[in-house]
């Protein structure tokens, strides 16, 4: 029987004890507090940073909105990051990302104080990351990990198949799962002879941003764990990397889209936040 593993329900138990910590520190008069820095009216950009915002203060995070004009030039906007980075009562910060063209993207994330990036993208946080010393994790994968130990199954000694090598999912959770003690394959566009490798898998990270890339006719071990990481959209409607209900019945555990690792993201936000407020206040 195929169990679903609720990202909801996760990121609920999770956003719990990050508001009893949270809560805690301002009662030592410590404010944790996220600064998002949104340029230019995006619009799916905008319900993302609103949906961080609202979920901070919902668990007793300062959250503060920096909202500036689409035509700002990377000079200017490195100024407003300088004025974060040097403020003590902030914490985290995060640039929404896309930026408008115009703006050299590197520049400003390599520009936030790695002890305040919660998005975990500064080059020192990647490198921390790489020899098992990171602080600051990405949001997504450190989702994907909880969600792979919720299940109860060992990670150690399991064949784990990332379908993906993105920085900001496929290379991250590959480097998290080879920590984590199992053998780990990352899959991409030119790595042959996929249908063996997810047939020997025993975790599957599906990370490749394509409607039901996994379409059911796959042969999988009835043991495995699938993660679907995918946020694609097919006749109007959000659909995952994977065909869910073609694999029901056929693997152990299984995450849903919507209602799986998005809701994970975001309170990892909030724990990374927490975190970089520890770091900071000690």
Avoid: W
């Avoid at 195929?2 to 030592?28: D, Q, V, Y």
């Avoid at 407003?80 to 914490?91: P, Q, T, V």
Wanted: one cysteine or more; aromatic letters at 2%; hydrophobic letters at 40%.
């Amino acid at each position: 029987m195929t169990k679903i593993i609720s990202g909801k329900e996760l990121a609920k138990n999770l956003r719990a004890r990050i508001k009893i910590e949270a809560t805690t520190l301002r009662e030592k008069n410590i404010e944790p507090t996220l600064a998002v820095v949104l340029v230019g009216d995006n619009k799916a950009s905008r319900s993302y940073v609103n949906s961080k915002h609202k979920a901070c203060i919902e668990n007793n995070i300062n959250s503060i909105k920096i909202e500036l004009e689409e035509n700002i030039s990377t000079d200017e906007l490195l100024v407003e990051i300088e004025k974060l980075n040097n403020d003590n009562k902030i914490h985290g910060i995060l640039v929404q990302l896309p930026l408008p063209k115009s703006i050299d993207e590197e520049k400003i994330l390599n520009a936030v104080s790695p002890k305040k990036d919660v998005d975990g993208f500064h080059p020192i946080n990647v490198g921390k990351l790489v020899i098992g010393e990171a602080k600051l994790i990405p949001c997504t994968p450190l989702g994907i990990l909880e969600m792979i130990k919720s299940t109860g199954e060992k990670i150690e000694g399991k064949l784990a198949l990332v379908i993906g090598r993105s920085n900001i999912v496929g290379k991250p959770i590959s480097t998290l799962l080879l920590q984590n003690n199992a053998t780990v394959i990352t899959a991409h566009s030119k790595t042959k002879n996929l249908d063996k490798l997810i047939e020997q898998a025993d975790i599957i990270v599906s990370c490749v941003g394509y409607a039901h890339f996994l379409s059911g006719k796959e042969r999988v071990k009835d043991t495995c764990t699938i993660i679907d990481v995918g946020n694609n959209y097919k006749e109007g409607k959000l659909v995952g990397d994977v065909d869910t209900e073609k694999f029901i019945g056929r693997v152990s555990f299984i995450s849903p889209v919507p209602g799986g690792v998005g809701p994970l993201t975001i309170t990892m936000l909030m724990r990374n936040t927490l975190t970089a407020t520890y770091e900071l206040t000690k």
